[in-house]
């Protein structure tokens, strides 16, 4: 599905972002859902909330200021791929994501 190679390219980009976090964080953690209005994008990650709260609540002095510096790490380390051609950063830390139209059409023309 469309959803679950968007979250297999989120789990690996908040792997590599945050090594320090367990697999079962990440997938408790890992929130993909659609969009409700198409000028958002298709997609919408909501996982940086939930990080910023862990990475916080574990102290150090490497801790992200706030949610939107934990999407920022997170989009650095999305791995290259043809299926996502934008992301953006939304409210308090909401990763909007557009897919590649071109992508789309093969994808359902098989």
């Known amino acids: 599905t469309v959803i679950g190679k968007v979250s297999a390219i989120f789990e ?3 792997a590599s972002a945050y090594p320090e ?3 079962e964080q990440r997938k408790k953690w890992l929130v993909i859902s659609a969009t409700s209005n198409p000028k ?3 997609y919408q990650c909501n996982s940086a909330m939930a990080i910023h709260k862990f990475l ?3 102290g150090g002095d490497s801790v992200p200021k706030a949610p939107r510096d934990c999407s920022s790490k997170i989009i650095e380390c999305m791995p290259e791929n043809d299926m996502i051609v934008k992301t953006e950063i939304a409210g308090p830390g909401f990763i909007n994501l557009f897919l590649n139209k ?3 059409a093969r994808k359902y023309a098989r």
């Open 12 to 14: 690996k980009a908040i």
């Open 21 to 23: 976090t367990t697999p």
């Open 40 to 42: 958002f994008g298709d």
């Open 56 to 58: 916080k609540d574990q």
């Open 102 to 104: 071109d992508w789309v």
